[in-house]
């Protein structure tokens, strides 16, 4: 059974710091991992996909690398700001079982001005 | 990516009335949609999978008579929870199967049920 794990649970850093977010997971036949953010009381947005082929992505501030092998994936945030504050979510989808998503817990990340 | 909007946003009803939850993808023709449903501080519940003209497959634990789900076309899914009571009460999702196997959420319903 597919299980993903997001550690820390929660973080608070200054406004600025360059921080990154873990992710890991037992099996590594996935199709793909993304990850989310969600702020509270809203649905989830996505902010990087990596196919199972790729090692990395980029968008703006932010990197997602993926370690198939191992079960690993983190998330980079450069330069962090206020807003970036909000919940991310981790989850990979399964080649079998349709193809769901499977979440992590979520990383709670506040960033203090 | 794909653009997923809910109605409505919130809804508070009696206990034993039903309601019903629109999901569309507004620019991508969606044959996959999801419903999650998430309580205060916990990840998201995968309750069901729907694939356009036909029976949704649900979550282990998830009763199909009490949330019924209809994906009629490939741009609407509706969830309907039937003779909904307090334990019902929840922040409903959906979710569009996009390109490149892409998820992409809608922005919630929070249902309170009195």
């Known amino acids: 059974k597919q299980e993903v794990t997001q550690i820390p649970a929660a973080l608070s850093v200054p406004e600025g710091e360059n921080l990154v977010l873990n992710c890991s997971f037992t099996?590594?036949?996935?199709?793909?991992l993304q990850w989310f953010r969600q702020d509270p009381g809203k649905g989830l947005t996505s902010l990087l996909l990596i196919q199972s082929s790729q090692r990395e992505q980029t968008s703006g501030r932010l990197n997602a690398s993926l370690d198939k092998s191992s079960g690993r994936s983190t998330l980079y945030i450069a330069a962090s700001q206020p807003g970036d504050s909000a919940t991310y979510l981790c989850?990979?989808?399964?080649?079998?079982?349709?193809?769901?998503?499977?979440f992590g817990q979520g990383t709670e990340l506040s960033v203090k001005p | 990516g794909a653009v997923v909007s809910q109605h409505p946003s919130w809804v508070i009803c009696k206990s034993g009335t039903s309601v019903k939850i629109e999901c569309r993808s507004l620019?991508?023709?969606?044959?996959?949609m999801f419903w999650y449903r998430q309580f205060p501080k916990q990840s998201l519940m995968l309750m069901a999978t729907?694939?356009?003209?036909?029976?949704?497959?649900?979550e282990q634990g998830v009763e199909k008579d009490k949330f019924l789900i209809n994906h009629a076309s490939l741009t609407l899914s509706t969830l309907t929870v039937t003779s909904a009571h307090p334990e019902d009460s929840s922040f409903y999702i959906c979710?569009?199967?996009?390109?490149?196997?892409?998820?992409?959420f809608g922005p919630g319903t929070r249902l309170t049920v009195l």
């Open positions: 989850a990979v989808r399964l080649y079998n079982q349709g193809g769901k998503l499977i």
């Open positions: 729907s694939n356009e003209g036909s029976k949704a497959t649900y």
């Open positions: 099996d590594s036949a996935i199709y793909n």
């Open positions: 620019d991508f023709q969606a044959t996959t």
């Open positions: 979710s569009v199967l996009g390109p490149g196997n892409e998820q992409f």
